[in-house]
């Protein structure tokens, strides 16, 4: 006889059990439903208020990296008085401390130690948990591990008593309160300038007579390198004058060499040297934006900036075109007068 498989069991559940599970459902389904959605709901709040928090945060990065480039330390920097605006935007963010720190690194650059202290104080003692206050290391030859800021505040200190030791080795001595100042004005803002009548008596002489003679006005800035910009060559306001040959001749009358004693610090005027001689061209100048020591030998400074030194570095820094340091753009020098009463 064939064997036969043993049929599979099954189990019935009792009509009362169904009658009771049933009953659990309908009674408690809206309260299950209820608990569903609200765990829903949780998730979905930590998801937007996530994401809002992200967003908040770029925000305040956004608003701080707008104030800053970087320089060529690698430290971002800016306008003081421009970050200085944005921090209570950003306070209470991941940026604020940092904005703090990037004011200090661009009062630093201006030379402004004092008040560079004074940032990174403000850092030290409104962030003491932050790793710029909290994280210590050892710098230098010291044994004493410290905080970057505290680190920072003994180098911005010193910096600062060392320079007031030695100011001939930071900045020129002031021109006399009388001296005469003339007004540069440009297509991207005006410079005001001190003449050094006292130490370039030949060179203040000489550009006042072509200043008086409108000489400079319309003329091209011809370079741009960055540190500085220099114009004063006549063929840039010559149409379809070629710009390989912008910067190489100025008025015809040049100027005997002076020496000055004065150095190429930022925010200096001076005369350009003619081709081919010791002496200065007659209207070839340049104004620095940055230190540009690498020209006390070969020109001759006879003014000082006194405003507009932020102007001076804007078109310093123009893009350059295809010929030589010549800007893309140049800026024009659209006048320049000497101030009356100066």
């Known amino acids: 006889m064939a064997d036969h498989k043993t049929a599979a069991e099954v189990t019935i559940v009792a009509h009362e059990e169904q009658s009771a599970f049933a009953a659990f459902v309908e009674k408690h389904w809206m309260k299950a439903a209820l608990v569903a959605l609200i765990g829903t709901v949780a998730i979905l709040f930590n998801q937007y208020q996530t994401a809002q928090e992200a967003a908040a945060i770029q925000a305040s990065w956004d608003k701080l990296m707008a104030c800053v480039d970087e320089d060529g330390s690698g430290v971002p920097t800016g306008d003081p008085a421009t970050i200085e605006a944005v921090l209570p935007e950003i306070a209470g963010t991941q940026a604020g401390p940092w904005g ?12 402004r130690f004092e008040e560079a202290v004074a940032a990174l104080g403000r850092l030290q003692e409104e962030n003491k948990t932050h790793p710029l206050v909290a994280d210590e290391r050892i710098f230098g030859d010291s044994d004493t591990p410290r905080s970057q800021v505290a680190h920072l505040i003994d180098v911005y200190a010193s910096e600062n008593q060392w320079r007031t030791k030695n100011p001939a080795l930071f900045a020129n001595p002031e021109p006399a309160a ?59 306001k010559e149409e379809g004058s070629e710009r390989m040959t912008w910067g190489f001749q100025g008025a015809e009358e040049n100027v005997e060499k002076e020496e000055t004693g004065l150095s190429h610090f930022a925010g200096v005027l001076s005369a350009n040297p003619a081709l081919g001689t010791e002496e200065s061209s007659g209207s070839l100048i340049s104004i620095t ?54």
Not at 100 to 111: C, D, N, P, T, V
Not at 297 to 302: A, E, G
Not at 316 to 326: A, F
């Open 100 to 111: 703090l720190f990037y004011l200090a690194a661009s009062y630093r650059k201006e030379e």
């Open 178 to 236: 009388n001296s005469p100042k003339a007004r540069i004005q440009t297509d991207h803002g005006d410079i005001v300038v001190a003449l050094d009548a006292e130490r370039a008596p030949k060179h203040v002489a000489n550009f006042i007579k072509l200043v008086n003679e409108g000489f400079y006005n319309g003329l091209m800035v011809h370079r741009s390198s960055g540190q500085m910009f220099e114009t004063g060559d006549p063929k840039t």
């Open 289 to 342: 934006g940055e230190n540009s020591h690498q020209l006390n030998d070969s020109n001759v400074v006879f003014g000082h900036v006194i405003e507009g030194l932020e102007i001076v570095r804007e078109i310093s820094l123009l893009p350059r075109g295809t010929t030589g340091l010549v800007p893309a753009e140049p800026a024009v020098i659209q006048n320049i007068t000497i101030i009356p009463g100066s």
